[in-house]
């Protein structure tokens, strides 16, 4: 399968979105962990380690944005290496220049695309980032 154990942490208020992402990876062979509200994100790392990659959603309630739970995992040496990837519903002329000046590896934009997502977190794993993605539509 495209995503052989592979272990994705997903970051995702969402929960409807979280289990779409989830059901699209894990038919593909990937384990998945998840945390909601970016309250318990670093705890939560811990204990899914080790991590390919983390996926993370950039609008979260209470004032708390993808951006400030970015901060958080960079500043935790244990994950600083491992590719972070934005998926957002945001207006990707805005924020994919936010995302890449922040460091993120990659932007996915919601809603994600059965096909197409599972293709695209392949790709980042393998090293292969296109920002625009024109080649995977």
Same mark, same amino acid.
């Given at each position: #399968? ?18 779409? #992402? $989830?059901?699209?990876? *894990?038919?593909?062979? $990937? ?14 790392? !811990? /204990?899914?380690? &080790? ?9 979260? &309630? ?9 901060? *958080?995992?960079?500043?935790? &040496? +244990? ?5 972070? @990837?934005?998926?957002? $519903?945001?207006? &990707? ?8 000046? +922040?460091?993120?590896? /990659?932007?996915?934009? +919601?809603? @994600? ?6 293709? *695209?977190?392949?790709? @980042?794993?393998?090293? *292969? @980032?296109?920002?625009?993605?024109? !080649?995977?539509?």
């Amino acid at each position: #399968m495209l995503l052989d154990n592979k272990r994705i942490f997903i970051v995702e208020d969402n929960v409807n979105n979280y289990a779409i #992402m $989830a059901t699209i990876l *894990q038919q593909q062979g $990937a384990h998945t962990g998840y945390e909601r509200w970016g309250n318990d994100t670093l705890q939560r790392l !811990s /204990a899914f380690t &080790p991590i390919d990659l983390i996926l993370l959603d950039l609008m979260f &309630p209470n004032g708390v944005t993808g951006y400030d739970i970015f901060d *958080q995992i960079r500043q935790d &040496p +244990k994950f600083a290496a491992i590719p972070i @990837v934005a998926v957002t $519903a945001a207006d &990707p002329a805005v924020e994919i220049p936010k995302v890449r000046r +922040k460091g993120f590896t /990659a932007f996915i934009g +919601k809603p @994600v695309r059965l096909g197409i997502f599972e293709r *695209q977190i392949a790709a @980042v794993l393998d090293g *292969q @980032v296109d920002w625009t993605w024109d !080649s995977l539509l």
